[in-house]
C-alpha cells in the first residue's frame, strides 16, 4: 500500500480537524457546524473525517 492508498483509507478525529485543514479550532468548529454535508463518520459518539473525502469536498466548497 502506497501513500496515496493510506490517504484513501485515512481517518481524521474531529478534534484534530483544524490542524489537517489549517485553520483555528474556532474556525473548523463553526466549518463543521454550518457544512452538515461535510463528509464524516461516527465512531463511538466521535466524529471522523475520511481525509481523501475531506480534501475532494474541500476543493468542491474552495
Not at 484534530?16 to 463528509?39: R, T, W
Not at 481523501?52 to 474552495?62: D, T
Amino acid at each position: 500500500m502506497d501513500e496515496a492508498d493510506d490517504d484513501k483509507y485515512s481517518l481524521i478525529p474531529e478534534k484534530e480537524i483544524y490542524y489537517y485543514i489549517g485553520v483555528s479550532k474556532e474556525d473548523a468548529k463553526k466549518l463543521i457546524q454550518d457544512h452538515a454535508d461535510i463528509p464524516h463518520i461516527k465512531i463511538n459518539g466521535t466524529n471522523y473525517f475520511p481525509k481523501e473525502k475531506l480534501r475532494q469536498w474541500l476543493k468542491e466548497i474552495g
